[in-house]
């Protein structure tokens, strides 16, 4: 639920505006959907309505740049959305938008629906709910990683094919499936799923079309050939190996100059016991938390461009709101708050294609914004106790002060 309001003066004790932090008493002045002033000091214009948040801390409204908004986080998420109707995908995508919108999540990326279920039901999305950039299926090979989800292609001509009927039903991004995956059995996560001509017939069309394409990559082998495509972004990024995580210098100093963008996809809701068997074959391809940690702390160190997405949906561990515990273990892995805030703004929004009016608090930028109690420069966790949420100018209820 939102609170119509037109003009409003926001004061608090200071302002992360997706870049920097402007310690102090200051006002973000909004107006309709849009801000249009940031001043210091605690005077607002006469006549605003101020909404006053002592010891809080206004940010940009958060960005999850992985989502998968058909899964509803429950065990067996993706193996269940063959069975649902089209309506059934549509309530569940608009519940996984509240529980981001309640974190204060206000744009997310979806890198994976069912049967373009996600493309289907946004053009008749009602208000109220983050932003949606959308994928639609994700592309992979026959018999590939998510391959239930409709996205199957094979051959340069298949994969160019597939680029243009994404595009076609309105997709703002293309994911493809560059290595197998965890969770669907018979994929290898070891290794690529397209030959080198396959993966660069399908970046060239994109690219053709205007738009980034994105690949999930475990193996190193499958990172090293989405970069070598011309790849706009990487998907987890593991650089798996038969003999462990492989991250050397080289690649650092490859994904640092390309500019290509990271997402880690790191964070896990705490209180949920991973089943034993995901943990054993995670840990039998190399993946646990201590060497995520590090080659994330590793990528920040080598001037890699990254940002933060929480991979809800895809299981208990993963549910959708994650995006706070996902900051938390980046800052964990080694990284400043001040960085990891940026990953989840103003970097998460370049990387999204809503640089020009998401991301940040300046005027003519959407007034898409989260308070947060306390400092989150400081102590990330912060982020995890909003204060207030507001979704294009308007305060959502239900939310902290706002309620």
Known sequence: MVIRVSILAI????????????????????EEDRVVGVQAGPAAPEGWPVHDLPGGTVLPGLIDAHVHLCADSGPGALDRLTEATREQLEATIEASLGLHLAAGVTTVRDLGDYRDAVLTWRPNAGAGLPAVV????????????????????????GLRAAVRQRADRGADVVKIMASGGVLTPGTDTMRPQFTDGELRAAVAEAHALGLPITAHAHALTAVRQALEAGVDGIEHCTCLTPEGVRLDDTLLAELAESGVAVCATLGSDPRVVVPPQVVAMAERAGITEAVLQEALARLHRGGVRLVAGSDAGIGPAKPHGLLPATLE??????????????????????????????????PGYDADLLVVDGDPTRDVTAVGRPLAV????QPVAGVGKTA
């Open 11 to 30: 004061r608090a004790e200071r302002v992360f505006d997706g870049e920097r932090l402007l310690d102090g008493v200051t006002v973000v002045l909004v």
């Open 134 to 157: 959308a994928a639609g299926a994700p592309i992979t090979s026959e018999g590939g990683h998510c391959w239930p989800m409709g996205g199957q292609a094979r051959g340069a001509s």
């Open 329 to 362: 273990e980046y800052v964990r892995s080694g990284l400043p708050a001040g960085a990891v805030l940026t990953t989840a703004t103003s970097a998460a929004a370049e990387a999204c294609g809503v640089g020009g009016r998401k991301g940040r608090i300046r």
């Open 390 to 393: 507001y979704l294009a100018g």
